[in-house]
């Protein structure tokens, strides 16, 4: 199939939080434009995607982790509740030393290593139909029959690099849109018991926070999801990248901020060039006493505008936002977003049924 790439753009405003915090508890930032900016790793965006995918009844979510060995023990006495777990065990070492991957005397990978459900379940469906082992067969089973976050975010297997799955998906890190200034809660907690007795707080303490409008971006490789999990779900597996993206908040400190906005606008387009991030729209910072979310849209619509020089027009652009838009087509809903995206995805992707 031809190339194809989805770009996702967004703007979001955020009040006072912390959702993504440095090694000393303070909010991310980067330095761009020469001005400090509010900053969310593509890492903890990725992370509360994937957390999404695991509540999903279509199972979108593999298993990551170093001790994977366990789980496919844990997965062979499953399915073979008679095998001893020394047995399982054993099976479980010879499938990856077949698969090249180490494991250490705690029986852990070096690295965290992604395994889709599907491919534990085969793996170990193998296991206990084998007494030994193909490497050509084991290589297989782990790179078929991906989950939806390892086609889209990769795997990187460094025992083994013929396991390696090219991600159909980036994410960008989220910059805000204008300069931001650290500020700090001083917060105290009385002891309920004693509150009657002593004078005073009985723990004190402070916490970073910025409020931000953010810019965020991300895009995804249409053959690459198409090569990773099928035409047939790709079309599904891409509604729900969109989706999670969209609607995903990071975390950290949201008991503390109760931080979990909506975006304010987004941008949607299907490109045969090459993905495109508009994160120099704010470049030059925006300035304002008035609320940014609108210069924002201003600005992110005339650098989309003036990127047209340089690359084809898009086959589609789709917008969803508050404000009334200046460049494509705005639909009314995410729904409507999402129905007109699967609607171009599926005249592209090749139908898996046909003999052309």
């Known amino acids: 199939m031809t190339n194809l790439y989805v770009d996702i753009h967004v703007l979001q405003t955020v009040p006072a939080a912390n959702i993504n915090r440095d090694d000393t508890g303070s909010p991310k930032t980067a330095l761009y434009g020469g001005v400090t900016r509010a900053r969310v790793s593509s890492q903890s965006w990725k992370h509360v995607m994937r957390e999404n995918f695991k509540a999903d009844p279509e199972a979108l979510a593999g298993v990551r982790s170093k001790s994977i060995a366990k789980v496919l023990v844990a997965k062979i006495q499953e ?15 010879a499938i990856f030393a077949a698969a090249k ?10 690295a965290l290593l992604m395994v889709s459900r599907g491919q534990l379940t085969q793996l170990a469906q193998y ?3 084998n007494d030994t082992y193909d490497k050509k067969a084991v290589k297989s089973l782990l790179t078929g029959n991906q989950s939806l976050d390892l086609a889209l975010f990769g795997r990187m297997v460094a025992d083994n690099p ?15 849109t204008h300069e931001i200034v650290p500020e700090f809660d001083y917060f105290t907690a009385m002891d309920d ?4 007795d002593t004078t005073g707080a009985a723990m004190l303490g402070t916490v970073e926070f910025n409020s931000a409008t953010l810019y965020r971006y991300a895009n995804l490789n249409v053959p690459e999801l198409v090569a990773n999990v099928g035409s047939s779900a790709a079309v599904s597996g891409a ?7 969209l609607l995903s908040m990071p975390t950290g400190k949201q008991n503390t901020f109760a931080n979990k906005t909506l975006p304010n606008y987004v941008l949607v387009t299907l490109r045969e060039d090459t993905p495109v991030n508009l994160v120099s729209a704010f470049e030059q910072p925006i300035q304002s006493k008035s609320g940014y979310v609108a210069p924002s849209v201003q600005a992110l619509e005339n650098e ?31 729904e409507a977003l999402l129905a007109q995206v699967a609607e171009q995805l599926k005249q592209v992707i090749p139908d898996e049924n046909s003999n052309d």
């Open 79 to 93: 399915l073979a509740p008679e095998q001893s777990e020394e047995a399982a065990w054993k099976k479980a070492e």
């Open 162 to 176: 013929e396991l390696n799955v090219e991600a159909a998906a980036q994410v960008a890190h989220a910059l805000s």
């Open 193 to 196: 018991y004693q509150k009657e």
């Open 239 to 245: 509604l729900a990248y969109i989706k999670s993206f």
């Open 304 to 334: 989309y505008q003036a990127t047209q020089q340089f690359v084809d027009q898009p086959l589609t652009t789709l917008v969803l936002s508050k404000f009334d838009s200046q460049v494509g087509t705005q639909v009314a809903d995410l």
């Open 101 to 110: 991957i180490k494991l250490d005397k705690e029986h852990q990978t070096g």
């Open 127 to 129: 296991a206990l139909a």
